[in-house]
């Protein structure tokens, strides 16, 4: 008997489902419809089954933690494909494998992988519904975890299969967390036919098929043929007091502080001044019909890192994450209430950990996994943008890069113009952050902060940056930021979180126009006492260090930066190549 689902009658869809449920083997097919009632009977199951576990729900409503596998717990680049027709297509920075190898192989794991468990159909849409720029997915996965968490990530469910209709036109996601093997786990992204077989993980952007594979991966690859960017940027819009708002987008490395920026309080000195965040970790950047670059988030919740995170960093996450939030790996209280290192308070004598031992106060194991995160609804955010739904997004005024760099990279610094901007980004360095499996705090080359999301030739990824100049009649200028850079005892310099404002405040002004700047080889950078500092307790020099420029580290910079050039061969632009000598002959 063909398949059939009240929700749609969508022949591409059906037939599909059916042809993948023939491989996979589900005991039982159920079409997600995105209410409120399938929420309550989902997360029901998942608590009758152990996958959730109720925590305490006066202190926590309608809030579950959950406990991935120990051994899956952070995004696998190394197990990441993309599989396009030749190698050079992926570039030399993505695994590639042939799609015919790929679909070959995994077509093996997937094959009976369901037997005893039920197929999701989950529909959704990333950006707002009805948008003409949104994207439409639909991810099969055995997942309940999965499912629940795409409820809150996305637009779930009936209004995606309504937009949908009887369209052939949607990202195909197959999913299945197999036996949890790393050695059987494979991301392959098939951008030629819009599809993501994922398996062997439940975890975050290797499972949740909409976030980073098809909104940055896929996405990329669309934008480039499309004429738009797929960024790993958050979004936010900054309110003067005389109420002229102004939007900004950031592109931020893994847990290196986009949530905490689009969140951000400004400090006391900024009586009158608002922030309201769009979005957290992706942006859709396309040429408006007014030639500005305009900006929406495909996402409807945030998966954010929660270690950090307190009443003094991040109020407004604190506040987000108060009701309806699924924690992974966090630790949790006798008392059933959430932990992580650097929540508020005192360190509770006895905690349950992110594995689910018994932890004491003084263990040197962290008792939240460094990646721990929160699931959370946009809709909880008290500084939410009223523009999130807007099917124009918002115009953005600057486009800021910055990453984690003990030392080199200065506070702030302003690009010349859209290719030196372009350069910078390029060339931008983070150390690496529990976000992904493999060692932490090592320097590598992260352009854009796309590096693991890009779905193409990263040299064609920079073409493409460098080609929307002219697409753009009035492009948003474009800055480079660092808040980790640090001093010789080892601390962060900049005290950055809310402080991060008053760098803000100098992007928007440079961005309208309104203030000078001061010329050095790499950028502009604000003149004497052109960042406000008042009512911040910061010694001079330590100001002096966070917005030093020392030659000697710029001359390391930028010859390492050829290597990472190098590796493109013929494909990459020799505009950014050309920056890079010109800097280089300049300093010497
Ligand atoms: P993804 O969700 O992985 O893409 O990360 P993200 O860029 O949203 O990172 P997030 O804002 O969650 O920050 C991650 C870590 O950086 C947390 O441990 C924060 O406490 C820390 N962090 C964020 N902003 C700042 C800052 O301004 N200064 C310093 N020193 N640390 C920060
Ligand atoms: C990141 O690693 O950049 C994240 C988390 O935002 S994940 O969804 O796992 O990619
Ligand atoms: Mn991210």
Sequence with gaps: MPLTSNLTTNKHLLGWVEEMAALCQPDSVVFCDGSEAETKRLTEYAVSKGILIPLNQEKHPGSYLHRSNPNDVARVEHLTFICTPTKDEAGPTNNWMAPADAYLKLRGLFEGSMKGRTMYVVPYVMGPLGSEHSKIGIELTDSVYVTLNMGIMTRMGKPALDMLADSNEFNRGLHCTGDVNPERRYICHFPQDNTIWSFGSGYGGNALLGKKCLALRIGSYLGRDEGWLAEHMLILGVEDPDGNKTYVAAAFPSACGKT???????????????????????????????????????????????????????????????????????????????????????????LTDWKGQPWKKGSTEKAAHPNS????????????????????????????????????????????????????????????????????????????????????????????????????????????????????????????????????????????????????????????????????????????AATHIDDNEWKIELESQKTFFDQFGERMPRTLELIRQQLLSRLS
Aim: charged share 20%; proline share 7%.
């Design 260 to 350: 905490n920026f689009a969140m951000m309080i400004p400090p006391k000195r900024f009586a009158g001044w608002r922030v309201y965040t769009v979005g957290d970790d992706i942006a859709w950047l396309r040429v408006g019909e007014d030639g500005r670059l305009w900006a929406v988030n495909p996402e409807a919740g945030y998966f954010g890192v929660a270690p950090g995170t307190n009443m003094k960093s991040n109020p407004n996450a604190m506040k987000t994450i108060a009701k309806n939030t699924i924690f992974t790996n966090v630790a949790v209280t006798k008392n059933g209430e959430v932990w992580w290192e650097g929540l508020d308070g005192e360190v509770p004598e006895e």
């Design 373 to 544: 995160r929160f699931t959370a609804p946009a809709a909880n955010n008290p500084i939410l943008s009223a523009h999130v739904n807007d099917p124009r997004g918002v115009p953005i005024s600057a486009v800021i890069f910055g990453g984690r760099r003990s030392n080199t990279i200065p506070l702030v610094m302003q690009s010349f113009n859209w290719a030196h901007g372009v350069y910078l980004g390029s060339t931008m360095a983070s150390e690496t952050t529990a976000a992904a499996t493999g060692a932490t705090g090592v320097v590598r080359r992260d352009p854009m902060a796309m590096l693991p999301f890009t779905g193409y030739n990263v040299a064609d990824y920079f073409a493409h940056w460098l080609k929307m100049q002219k697409a753009v009649p009035y492009p948003p200028k474009i800055f480079m930021v660092n808040w980790f850079r640090k001093g010789t005892d080892g601390k962060f310099l900049w005290p950055g979180y809310g402080d991060n404002m008053r760098v803000l405040k100098w992007i928007i002004d440079r961005a309208h126009g309104k203030v000078g700047a001061q010329e050095t080889l790499f950028g502009w950078v604000p003149k004497q006492g052109h960042i406000d500092l008042s009512g911040l307790e910061i010694a001079p020099e330590i100001v002096d």
